[in-house]
T-cell receptor, first 111, second 112 residues
Framework: GQNIDQPTEMTATEGAIVQINCTYQTSGFNGLFWYQQHAGEAPTFLSYNVLDGLEEKGRFSSFLSRSKGYSYLLLKELQMKDSASYLCAVSTSGGSYIPTFGRGTSLIVHP | EAQVTQNPRYLITVTGKKLTVTCSQNMNHEYMSWYRQDPGLGLRQIYYSMNVEVTDKGDVPEGYKVSRKEKRNFPLILESPSPNQTSLYFC???????????FGPGTRLTVT
């Protein structure tokens, strides 16, 4: 089985930086996804990390440490529209790369 | 426009009345999957398919059936719905050459 753990809720201030952590325990690990989901909407893809290290994509960056079973999503220059749930998900061996999701972190950005 | 469509978007039904939620994608994707999303439990995979006529169970398959007779369609069938299947359902697809999953808009199902 798989165990994916992330905080339930976080709050931050507009313009600030926030880091959302995700830890996982799984066999046959392939890679780790981050998705964003606004209330009542479908999840949208943010990133996929296969190798250790930091990948930057605009205001969002994602980090992976395979040996520690740890990832984080870093959001810079927070905007009100960043208020959403952030879903950590892992894919495992088998070739399908269809992710298994954690319970998500609800991020609230306030002025 | 590349998209995943689901129908219906909203459905209220009664216990035991068979229903089908359709899912269709226009991106020629090989992989398709169904998830349900419940408060506090996150997205849980019901079934997935790696290609036509190839399907497999996810984490919570009980009470659901799927079929993949055509590449573009992946319907979710509830033969005898029960109230514990009240949930928000998402269909998703992915191409063989990419990691990104594209999600449909969701179907909110209520079983009374």
């Amino acid at each position: 089985g798989q165990n994916i753990d992330q905080p339930t809720e976080m709050t931050a201030t507009e313009g600030a930086i926030v880091q959302i952590n995700c830890t996982y325990q799984t066999s046959g690990f392939n890679g780790l996804f981050w998705y964003q989901q606004h209330a009542g909407e479908a999840p949208t893809f943010l990133s996929y990390n296969v190798l250790d290290g930091l990948e930057e994509k605009g205001r969002f960056s994602s980090f992976l440490s395979r040996s520690k079973g740890y990832s984080y999503l870093l959001l810079k220059e927070l905007q009100m529209k960043d208020s959403a749930s952030y879903l950590c998900a892992v894919s495992t061996s088998g070739g399908s790369y269809i992710p298994t999701f954690g319970r998500g972190t609800s991020l609230i950005v306030h002025p | 426009e590349a998209q995943v469509t689901q129908n219906p978007r909203y459905l209220i039904t009664v216990t035991g009345k068979k229903l089908t939620v359709t899912c269709s994608q226009n991106m020629n994707h090989e992989y398709m999957s169904w998830y349900r999303q419940d408060p506090g439990l996150g997205l849980r995979q019901i079934y997935y398919s790696m290609n036509v006529e190839v399907t497999d169970k996810g984490d919570v398959p009980e009470g659901y059936k799927v079929s993949r007779k055509e590449k573009r369609n992946f319907p979710l069938i509830l033969e005898s719905p029960s109230p514990n299947q009240t949930s928000l359902y998402f269909c998703a697809s992915r191409g063989q050459a990419t990691y990104e999953q594209y999600f449909g808009p969701g179907t909110r199902l209520t079983v009374t």
